[in-house]
């Protein structure tokens, strides 16, 4: 089915460590966003994209880089992860306004 | 820049009862509104959306109206179910162009 699909699901990391989140969308959007959900602060934009090649920084970009160099791939790295950014990570793509999200990937960093 | 507040949960009905969750935005222009609902262990569906003042966003037995007056996009269900038993976010695509704008939520429980 076409979608947006994320790897991995759950991840459990020690503060410190270093990992990547992918999120591989099959619409041809334009547009993709990583956000962040916490519990009774709803979900914040940690960056976005306009298309191949191209970041910008949301809401709260602080600790996270990311990556487009495919249109249909938007990588979310974290070089040191910290207990802060324990969350839930949701990606989303868009044409227009026609949002599309991810299942999520659980992170819990210890 | 642009926010959405919305009303605090937990919000917890009885089947069948009538339900309003508020939602309030502040945005320059013309913003394009949104309600998502967040089913448990999920990711988030678009519920409905209205894109200019006076519209009527409705779905599956909701409703929102795009009211530009009172800057207001408040969701209405006349008669909820235990499945509507979920997380609803109101959110807003600014003149900014696509990125969407969250509410923090408001969990709704219905129980029977």
């Known amino acids: 089915n076409a979608g947006v699909t994320q790897t991995p699901k759950f991840r459990v990391l020690k503060t410190g460590q270093s990992m990547t989140l992918l999120c591989a969308q099959d619409m041809n959007h334009e547009y993709m966003y990583w956000y962040r959900q916490d519990p009774g602060m709803g979900l914040r934009l940690i960056h976005y994209s306009v298309g191949e090649g191209t970041t910008a920084k949301g809401e709260v970009p602080d600790g996270y880089n990311v990556s487009r160099l495919k249109k249909q791939n938007f990588l979310l790295g974290l070089e040191s992860a910290a207990p802060s950014q324990t969350s839930v990570y949701f990606c989303?793509?868009?044409?227009?306004?026609?949002?599309?999200f991810g299942s999520g990937t659980r992170l819990t960093v210890v | 820049g642009d926010s959405v507040t919305q009303m605090e949960g937990p919000v917890t009905l009885s089947e069948e009862a009538f339900l309003t969750i508020n939602c309030t935005y502040t945005?320059?222009?013309?913003?394009?509104l949104f309600w998502y609902v967040q089913y448990p262990g999920e990711g988030l569906q678009l519920l409905l959306k209205?894109?200019?003042?006076?519209d009527k966003g409705s779905n599956k037995g909701f409703e929102a109206t795009y009211r530009k007056e009172t800057t207001s996009f408040h969701l209405e269900k006349g008669s909820v179910q235990v499945s509507d038993s979920a997380v609803y976010f109101c959110?807003?695509?600014?003149?900014?162009?696509?990125?969407?704008?969250f509410g923090k939520g408001t969990s709704l429980l219905v129980t029977p």
């Open positions: 945005a320059t222009g013309y913003p394009s």
């Open positions: 959110a807003l695509i600014g003149d900014s162009g696509y990125a969407l704008n």
């Open positions: 209205a894109t200019k003042a006076d």
């Open positions: 989303a793509s868009s044409l227009s306004s026609g949002y599309t």
